[in-house]
């Protein structure tokens, strides 16, 4: 391609309203330019990128038995309707109507269209497993569309849905689900893991989100130091050893503490340590009171006393409730001498405090030397609260570290929440009918080419990594308007073509300052001057990643740039 008659408006300036370098760098690059709120397109250079991923996830998906087929975006609500999504998907579903009135979905998502039509099409065993995917744009109204592709509101997904006749048949498939994504974004050049996800109101344990680890991530991860091990914090499982204290248990007494209220509060009033003190948090879990305790450093986790409590809700109580359930404000509260309706449940950690401060249940007091099990009663121990950094990894290998992650992909066992409501049924090797289980898979296309940009640049531009460029080399000639230049440039581009290299040549009549700038901001692996020295057949080849530079003559640059291009793939 020459540069001249290539559309990738670039710009000096960093935009007012991109927050995040790649959204920065891909708008400056001209990559893509902003149509509307998280609406883009994807200019020449951008759509070269995206490709790119598009190709290796295809790869990927086919080598794993998928295949690729596409679906409409405009969705019947009827089908919306049959699964109950309608409802409760809320204002990020686009919902419209056609001529006559009917209602329409652009699609967020494909779970109902793809078992609509599986279930007409599939009737026996032996046609599963069955697993399909497409690329394609999707549509979500996000509240805050922000940071660029990283969250749009029109993206382009790959969505993946697997059909089984059995549970066992779907672990399978996940798992080579799993391999691929591993492969796909190991490709991609990212450091990624893959990281225990919460399943929401959908269940079961097997939910895997791909995080990107990144500092602008929007969801906290907690990983070993020394293991794969890492989980959404908010589903992390602590299995943390407490030692048995060596105190002897003192005689509970009640003490003034004025205002101190938090645990904070408390322990400077007290001047003790914050594992001293027990955090009692009252809950309203399907209406009934429970106080739950975790110890002073620690913090609750909502969904872990949800799940332990198998409530379908647990709410932090409010102070009007609080008060009517302790007879005391929020701050003062404690398990001592609760009333006979409220449940106390607590974390491990609390089982083995000694001597510990809790509330009085009495406005400006406190217990202290307060014993579990000598002065209140716990009907269970659990795990109940947030896992912190530092603490043993769950499996038993290193130590916990936390890392902010941008959620690129997803893997998630379905098990039968569609396929129930849709009716997607099969005949099993004995003529009996059975619903289907399935699974799917998503991975944010868009997003990741957005990940990759986040993580591989620095002040001057982009720097993609050789399996996502735009191009593999970028030939510059200094000074176009030099015949020597010119016409020596243009036989370099053939002859790297013909060596099956895609090259952007800039053949434009600029300033060299502006071409390397631009070059720079592009991010194209390795770029080959061609300046004052062609008469004698050297050129300049310089590598953006490392910035390093060379004089080459021109019969050894190719040898040049496949070296160059082995040390980067490495
Ligand atoms: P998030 O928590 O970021 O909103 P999600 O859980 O809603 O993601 P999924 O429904 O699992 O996402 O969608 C599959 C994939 O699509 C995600 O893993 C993510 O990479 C991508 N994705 C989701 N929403 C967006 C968006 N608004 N813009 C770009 N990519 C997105
Ligand atoms: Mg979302």
């Known amino acids: 391609m020459k540069q001249s008659r290539l559309f990738a408006p670039t710009l000096r300036e960093i935009p007012a309203d991109a927050d995040v370098v790649s959204h920065q760098l891909l708008l400056r690059a001209g990559f893509i330019r902003q149509n509307a709120a998280g609406i883009y397109s994807f200019l020449p250079l951008g759509k070269k990128v995206l490709h790119k991923v598009e190709a290796i996830i295809r790869e990927e998906m086919e080598n794993a038995g998928s295949n690729e087929m596409t679906m409409p975006s405009l969705q019947l609500a009827e089908l919306w309707q049959e699964s109950g999504r309608w409802y409760s998907y809320g204002p990020e579903l686009m919902r419209l109507k056609d001529r006559h009135g009917r209602e329409f979905a652009l699609g967020p998502t494909h779970e109902e269209v793809i078992t609509s039509l599986v279930r007409d099409e599939v009737k026996s065993y032996k046609k599963l497993p069955l697993n399909l995917f497409q690329i394609q744009t999707k549509f979500r109204d996000e509240k805050r569309p922000r940071f660029g592709l990283l969250r749009g509101r029109e993206f382009i997904m790959k969505d993946a849905y ?46 895997h989100e791909f995080m990107v680890l990144s500092e602008i991530g929007e969801d906290l991860i907690a990983y070993s130091s020394e293991s794969d091990f890492a989980a959404n914090i908010e589903m992390a499982p602590v299995n943390v050893i407490y030692e048995a204290s060596t105190e002897s248990k003192k ?64 709410e932090l109580a409010t102070p009007e409730e609080t008060e009517k359930v302790l007879s005391c404000k929020p701050g003062n509260i404690g398990p001592v001498s609760v009333p006979e309706n409220v449940k106390i449940i ?25 014993n579990p099990g000598t002065d209140f009663e716990v009907s269970v121990f659990a795990d109940l609260r947030f896992i912190q950094e530092g603490d043993a990894s769950p499996d038993g290998k290193g130590v916990i570290r936390f890392a902010k992650g941008i959620e690129v992909g997803h893997v998630f066992k379905l098990g039968q929440v569609y396929s129930n409501p849709l009716n997607a049924s099969f005949l099993d090797e004995n003529g009996k009918s059975q619903t289907m289980t399935m699974g799917c898979y998503g991975i944010g296309v868009s997003r990741t080419l957005a990940a990759v940009a986040e993580e591989n640049n620095d002040e001057r531009g982009l720097i993609w990594p050789l399996s996502l460029a735009p191009f593999d080399v970028h030939i510059i000639a200094a000074n176009s308007k030099d015949e020597i230049q ?57 590598v953006r990643k490392t910035g390093e530079m060379n004089e080459i003559h021109v019969t050894e640059l190719i040898e040049a740039i496949k070296s160059q291009r082995e040390l980067l793939a490495r």
């Not at 591993?182 to 450091?191: A, D, Q, Y």
């Not at 607590?346 to 307060?370: L, R, T």
């Open 486 to 542: 010119a016409d020596f440039s243009e036989k370099l581009y053939d002859k790297l073509k013909g060596a099956g290299y895609d090259c952007l040549y800039d053949d434009r009549k600029e300033r060299a300052g502006v071409k390397f700038a631009d070059a720079d901001l592009f991010g194209i692996p390795v770029r080959v001057t061609v300046g004052k020295k062609a008469a004698e057949g050297i050129v300049e080849l310089k």
């Open 162 to 207: 697997s059909f089984h006749s059995s549970h066992e048949s779907l672990d399978v498939t996940y798992e080579d689900m799993k391999a691929a994504y591993n492969n796909i974004f190991s490709r991609c050049g990212l450091n990624f893991r893959a990281v225990l996800a919460d399943s929401g109101a959908i269940g079961g344990k097997d939910n």
């Open 346 to 370: 607590a974390d491990h950690a609390v089982e083995y405090m000694v001597n510990a401060v809790a509330g009085a249940n009495e406005e400006n007091h406190h217990y202290q030397h307060v």
């Open 251 to 314: 005689k509970m007494e009640k003490i003034h503490t004025a205002e101190a209220k938090t645990v904070a509060e408390i322990s400077s009033f007290l001047s003790i340590d914050a594992a001293k003190v027990i955090k009692s948090v009252l809950f309203i879990a399907d209406e009934e009171p429970v106080l739950v305790l975790v110890r002073g450093d620690h913090d609750v986790n909502e969904i872990k006393v949800k799940n332990v409590l198998g409530a379908a809700s647990a």
